[in-house]
């Protein structure tokens, strides 16, 4: 069977294939990082104490997350994800405005963000593992390297999808026709959407493993 | 979304957009500076959900043009919540049929 890539709305369901089709795939993610959270509300109910480990520099019972984690590089990282969450959506408006330049500047810097937000989480774990501690270490921090590193590896794979369209992608747009431009147009809108869905984890990673 | 838009819709929604950045980034402060407070799990949960569920609302809604997007997407998205919920439900019922944990979260006033 034949699906066709239109990015006009079919009449049955009143949107295009690939809009659906990434909506279908983000309620299966739903699923995927649910699994996880409620992984995450098990253990923390069964645990005698949560965080449940000692403190790295003091080597008593830490009572509280942020005596294990960086509040502060993870409200940064908070803050990173948002503003790459802004730029990947006026990068699509950009494109709305059939302004090439714009576009291309805007994903540029939701890249360089999500890149960002990387070498944060990788100071993060660096300093775990320069304190001798690994998920193997406690359930706090079995979960914690679970939920972080499943979201570290979308936010992998948003970058990939991101630079492509950045680099040898953008050609459907500078060699295309004006059916090629409404069909890069709309590669970055679903593209966006799964971006959009990265931070949206993150909004509820933050709270639940660093502040409470 | 519409496919059709003129730029000064367009000029329209990318305001919208910087404003929820606006609040995005208000709502991250309220959310770290309130979990100094040093509350007890159950309100400081309860607190840090309503934030984060806002914050999810405002990049699901805007962002992601939820606001103004096709009722099948609103379909798939509430078969997800339904499963989401029985996967959940299944998870904390098998929890509570444990008795000390039940005990447990009664004396934590979580439940």
Same mark, same amino acid.
């Given at each position: ?19 659906? !089709?990434?909506?279908?795939? =983000? ?6 990082? +649910? +699994? ?5 509300? /098990? ?8 965080? +449940? ?5 003091? #080597? %008593?019972?830490?009572?509280? *997350? ?25 990068? $699509? ?6 302004n090439f330049k714009q576009f291309r500047l805007q994903m ?5 963000? @999500? ?10 774990? !660096? ?12 359930? /706090?921090?079995?979960?914690?390297? %679970?939920?972080?590193?499943? #979201? ?5 794979? !948003? ?6 369209? $950045? !680099? ?11 059916? *090629?431009?409404? #069909? /890069? ?9 799964? $971006?959009?869905?990265?931070? =949206?984890?993150?909004?509820? =990673?933050?709270? &639940?493993?660093?502040?409470? | ?17 910087? &404003?929820? /950045? +606006? ?10 500076? %309130? ?12 607190? @840090? ?22 009722? %099948?997407?609103? $379909? ?5 919540? *339904? ?29």
């Amino acid at each position: 069977m034949q699906i066709p890539y239109e990015v006009t709305p079919r009449p049955d369901t009143g949107v295009n294939n690939a809009k659906l !089709g990434i909506w279908l795939f =983000l309620a299966s993610e739903v699923m995927l990082f +649910g +699994g996880l959270f409620a992984a995450y509300v /098990f253990l923390r109910m069964g645990a005698d104490a949560w965080p +449940g480990m000692e403190t790295f520099d003091t #080597h %008593v019972m830490a009572t509280r *997350a942020d005596q294990i984690l960086s509040v502060p590089l993870a409200t940064l990282n908070t803050v990173i994800l948002i503003a790459s969450s802004v730029t990947m959506v006026l990068s $699509w408006a950009a494109l709305k405005m059939n302004n090439f330049k714009q576009f291309r500047l805007q994903m540029g810097l939701t890249i360089l963000l @999500a890149l960002g937000f990387l070498v944060v989480k990788a100071f993060e774990y !660096g300093d775990k593992f320069s304190h001798g501690v690994a998920p193997e270490t406690s359930n /706090f921090l079995g979960i914690y390297f %679970v939920l972080t590193g499943l #979201h570290a590896v979308h936010v992998t794979g !948003g970058i990939l999808v991101n630079a492509y369209f $950045w !680099g040898p992608g953008a050609k459907m747009w500078t060699q295309g026709s004006v059916r *090629a431009k409404a #069909h /890069f147009t709309n590669r970055i809108e679903v593209a966006g959407l799964y $971006w959009h869905f990265v931070d =949206l984890v993150w909004i509820f =990673l933050f709270p &639940m493993i660093y502040l409470i | 979304m519409a496919a059709e838009m003129t730029v000064q819709e367009v000029k329209r929604h990318v305001r919208v957009y910087l &404003m929820v /950045f +606006g609040a995005l980034l208000v709502l991250t402060l309220v959310t770290v500076l %309130v979990s100094y407070l040093d509350m007890s799990l159950a309100p400081a949960l309860a607190v @840090a959900l309503f934030i984060a569920i806002i914050k999810a609302s405002l990049v699901a809604l805007y962002f992601m043009h939820l606001i103004s997007e096709r009722q %099948v997407i609103y $379909w798939v998205l509430v078969l997800a919540a *339904a499963f989401l919920v029985g996967m959940f439900a299944l998870f904390i019922s098998s929890l509570l049929d444990q008795a000390e944990v039940a005990v447990m979260l009664m004396g934590a006033g979580v439940a």
